[in-house]
């Protein structure tokens, strides 16, 4: 568009990324079975964090784009979302229930134990880039709480003496 | 209707209207927040909480929202009952959790919807003692400054900003505690009504930076009913004075054109009026580019003179007032006065005014735009011509959901569920343009060509409409599928204008128009001039045309030009003008600010801008509606009409011896028939309100009187008696809402200091003033000949390409107006000048977007945009910008590639 | 004693039941039987007739929300939705996991014989996101379901289509309320709607749509084989069929069971819960999730869980998963975890749920560390009332949020009390015992 004069947005343009064909490929399956596009918005996002990891602001310019939606609209569904990451992340998510059935078998003494054997706070990334803490709502296995969940993987019964073992396999 | 009972009170209602809406149309006081009359309810803010009775026996009730609460008839309701006054009070408490205790130095202070929210409520002890959340603003651009602390998520801002006005650059971030409203990062916000934003939140997030720039508190704003001079679409608005400087406009609510809302262009383009720029003391030439004062009399007895012994021509102006231009008129001679309108412009504008003399179409108030099932654009780029009536368009298209919601019994207020429901189902929109424009995503279907291509296509539709109607070989898949949605709806609507300078299109929209009246539809027909008193000026039946007034200065046959609020150089190639100027005539110029024209002038005169001065605009409705002075002008700053006045009386002639404006307006009505209901636009000058009392321009917490002017002397000057309005210059008086609409210079209502309070001057929520809304429209509904397919039966020449390139002109919101694009925030926004070509011709010339072209015809070089919608061989060009102000030629032009064109990413680089 | 739910998992010995072991079981007779011999209508009757309520925790009767859809021309252009909620996420709650775990078929048959009862040609199931498990174990499903045209283009031979997807959440409690499920599956923030429309006429993208939580579908597929009499007399109270009940908590054997509704709380946690574990007193509990009102078992042991006798007690069934607060966890402090789950999974749309819920918490917060006034209780429980008040707030979310704390005020006062008294909580030197 050329017409737009002194409102050409210029915000988004020099952030815009190539997003991969697989990327697009998967985002525009998705687009298939919708009554319109911007519905895939948030598959879209998560297939991107599947590739990515995270969703740059370069990486919400560019689904915004294939999307035919403004990357403030995506934005407000992207920051509405507990696991669309808007900032970079460790390669293992460790997301601790903190809910309360897991706070009744003592996921608070557990979530400073955890937090002690990284060496970091809920939110942050350990040095090395091997794991983000973050907490998290109850994951559904609350008759063997407390639990936790790395990357894909459910842990339960968590107990602090077996943190070294879980995170052990996890590179 | 139904009726309610509002603790105890029996009072009439709307069936189907919420109980917000109803209870606020009474003038009760009940808080919100989330709700906005134009928006609709969304519940979210939970301010309005009510009592509802089951029935007569019920007296416990249970809370309810007001605003999503549909009426019933005979529903009992509670605004008073404890429960749901405490409860209003903790919705308050919870806002105030995060809300900063910044009203000292926040720039809603004193007019704040939360503010007076927090009062009404009664929350006055802060119990919660955690820490308030804090977030960084954004750079929002020129126009809006950005505020988050404050923000008490009411998600008005995104209702209005996204939803109502189409905008997608701002939107609710996050979520639960931690709501963010902004862009992904910083930026001007793009949309076009953005300054809406300023008056739609109901405390200090978003707000006026020009303003705040210059900041003054809002109680001690001196205001007066105003129309705006940015186009003529005729929106009423508030200017708001302090220490002599135009400080802000904000919305005058006109029930009929723009409701709630302005375009960015009206609200932020009357910073001219401070202009270092503005011509304060009138002057005579003493040499190249040196002007000396001469002082009133001087300046007075020397037009005098010259009216006394010469040959006198006066050339008025669309942008100044309609008494002005008859003042002018009454003094030169009809036989003498030119309109000020460009020849080619003037044309068009006699053509709508024929048009809608004729009758057979209704011409549409905005809020019938809004209602409008059908809508085909013919040529006009409504958004950067007559934004306002982009806004409305928005609207009608929304007319499907609504119907869709009707259709599924959700309450036409339920705007989430109305949208919801009918996920973006739109109003049959059609848009033929020369360009894609920025409403295009409203639009069912988008068709670009010149004009006379675009007015061929408006030929076929209507003949496919009504086979009587003249045929053009236009027909295609477009024209069918506009003739179809046409002829199915009910309130069709044809929007044109001049903005193509093309006769066609408002031809061929007046026979589209008209062929659906033939039809039985109830057709509007919407045609846009350009500027705030276009036919207003057309109206006054001049005896010369520019190019004739032009010419009888350079033949010599007239010796004196009375150049009167314009700048010739916009109206006529310069070489014209210039031969004119230069023929030796006296050139007089009344102007409020310097320009290429007043360059020229032997004596220059310095007119009032149209905030320090009373007239009357006629709108493109055909209203004329009367603005008064917001302030007394500095120095010797004088209507233009008193200058005349002055220089008549000078003459020693006894005509043009008005005794004051309505003495002026009189004279307008007997003088010119097409005027003779312009008295009936606002009351005389004797009108009182209440117990008698004059109407005050500023509200009755203005402060600093003695203050403000102690640097000159502590002694408060009386204030200056107004003759000729029935306001005063004072906090004395009385501002009911009671007069009539024309005559309120604010809205204020006790407990209610925001523009909130407007509910109080309404007849019903989103109805007319109390007093009845303003203006007089000159057009009858039923004009004596209605519609008549034998009158435009040539559509013009298809386009074909030649030697040169032809350009057509595209408008721009901010720059193409010539008063607007001179205050400075809108400055900022404005364009280079640019030209649209189509990408085989870009390869042609060897030019690319960023280079620059020129051409004998241009006084300047213009930056090259490329856009396949272009037709080969034309271009659009972009008009009326401060640097390249004039009409554009007719004829093709040699367009080249200007190689010492600085690229924009170059221009920006060097800052 | 008859299992529907459970039975095939129980049979297969714990492992998944894949589509032959699930057809084995009687798998898909229910869905062959709907489409192959019965009408729409006839249907929704049958499963009025099974007095079948959602399972989700609101307890709608399944059969009349089916009722609401508009059908033939009534229903206009454009297809209608079946969305099965599977975004199990209220703390405490974890029966639909297991179902769909172990047993994937049962859902997609309950799925397909909803979808044809309200004319759906296209179903969701909304899984939550860090159900990876379920999703693995339910993508294998749909595939093994599709390969034997139980899905697709005309299932059993017939001319029912039916799409079926999995779309995986992107993770917000509130996404659990229908409509926000809704706006989630268009691709929105997850905000709730307000009704009317109600989803059965305008839901997904606007189009008729029905919600149903993942147990209620499970329940349909046995109630077509074997008719609403027999799933009727499966209930020993007012309420019909089996139900999914659960505890968590300091029990020697936490853990699912699939009972006839109506059991007692008393043998939920006494005999299948195995009693209380390490001599720990039962203080109180949550009957059905966070969101539900605290009973106590000097008064409610021996109430039948079903959707009157809870109600009746001032709680509510939820979703019939308990969670159980032992005499070592404060009632302070755990209605601060609470109150912080609610605040976090505020959507922030309404003022009292977005301002009012952090301030509950950051007032038990300040209590639960010895800086709370009694005055800090008055405004709980006053906040508490205007913000619990169905109606009050946009949502249930908010009324969901101050069932525990005004039950917590209620049962445990003298807690909160002591707290204030001693400026210090009392259970301090006691948190972590095991």
Redesign the interface.
Known sequence: ????????????ADLIETLSESEVAKIEAECAHL??RQSAAIDALMIVQEHRGWVS?AS??AIARLLG?????L??VA??YNRIYRQPVGRHVVMLCDSVSCYVMGADRLAEQVKAHFGIDFGETTPDGRFTLLPIVCLGACDHAPTMLVGEELVTDVEADRLDDIFARFE | MATIFVDGERYEAKAGQNVLEAVLSQHLDLPYFCWHPAMGS??????C?IVEYADENDDRG???MAC?TSVRDGMRISIEAPYAA??RT??IE??M??HPHDCPVCEEGGECHLQDMTVMTGHSQR????TKRTWRNQDLGPFIGHEMNRC??C?RCVRFY?DYAGG?????????????FG??????L???FSGNLVEVCPTGVFTDRPFSSQYTRKWDLQSAPSVCPGCAVGCNIFPSERYGDLKRVHNRYHGEINGYFLCDRGRFGSHFVNDPARIRNAGARAGDDVFEARGVDAAVDALGKMLRDRKVIGIGSPRASVESNFALRSLVGRDSFCNGLADAEADLITLALDIHGRGGARIPTLSDVETADAVLVLGEDVL?TAPRVALSMRQAARGRALE?GSE???PGW?D??IR?????RLSPVFLATT????IDDIATATFHATPADIARTGYAVAHRLDGDFAESDAADEFVERVAAALGEAKRPLVVSGTGSAEPGVIEAAANIAWALRARGADPALLIAPHEANSFGAAMLDAGLSLDGALEAVRSGEADTLVVMENDLYRRAESARVDAALAAGAEVVVMDSMENATGQTANLVLPAAAYAECNGTFVNYEGRAQRFYAVFEPGGEIAPSWVWIQRAAQAAGRSDCAWSGIDDLVRACADGVPALAAMTDAAPAADYRAEADTRIPRQPHRYSGRTAMRADVNVHEPKPTVDDETPFSYSMEGQNTGRQPGSTVPYVWSPGWNSNQSVFKFQQEINGSLSGGDPGARLIGPDGPNGADSACFRNPPAAFAGGDGIRLFP?H????SDELSARSWPVAS???PP?V?LHPEDARELGVE?GDGVKCDALSASAAV???AAVTRGAAAC?VGLPGLPEPLPSEPVALSRDPDFPREAEIIAKG | MDKPLTERIGQNGGQVVDIDAYEAGGGYAGARKALTTMTPEEVIELVKDANLRGRGGAGFPTGVKWGFVPQGDAAGTGPKYLVCNADEMEPGTFKDRYLMTFDPHLLIDGVVIAAYAIGAERAYIFLRGEYFEPFRALERAIAEAAGRKYLGDGIFGGEFNLDLRLHRSAG?YICGEETALL?ALEGK?AQP?????FPP??GA??RPTVVNNVETLCCVPAILRNGADWFRALGLTDDAGTKIYGVSGRVNNPGLWELPMGTTIREIIETHAGGMRNGHKLRGLLPGGASTDFLVPEEHLDLPMDYGSIAAAGSRMGTGTMILMDDSICPVDMSRNLQHFF??????????C??????LE?LLT?IEEGRGTL?DID?LE??GA?IG?P????CLHAAGAIEPLQSALKYFRDDFEAHVREGRCPYRERKGDG
């Open positions: 568009m050329t017409t737009a004069g002194a409102n050409e947005a210029v915000s988004g009554p319109d602001d919400l310019f939606m403004s990357a403030e609209a934005d407000a920051t509405f | 969304v519940g979210a803010c939970r301010q909480a249970r809370l309810a999503i405490e409860f903790s919705v919870w806002l959790e995060n119990r919660y003692r955690g008490i998520t998600y996204r997608t650059d701002l939107d609710a971030m996050g979520s639960r505690g931690r709501m963010y862009r992904v990062g910083d930026g001007k793009e949309n076009e950067n869709m599924a019994a959700i339920q989430a569920g919801g429901h009918a996920q973006g360009l894609p424009t920025r595209v721009a919101i901010f720059g926004c404005s364009p640019y649209v977007a945009r490329i856009d972009v | 917000r706006n923030r709607r307000l009704k009317p429309p006429a305008s993208w606007g605040a976090q999974e505020s959507c922030g749309f309404c003022t009292p977005r301002e009012g819920l952090p301030w950051e300040d005055e405004i006053k906040n205007f008040a109606g009050n707030t946009f």
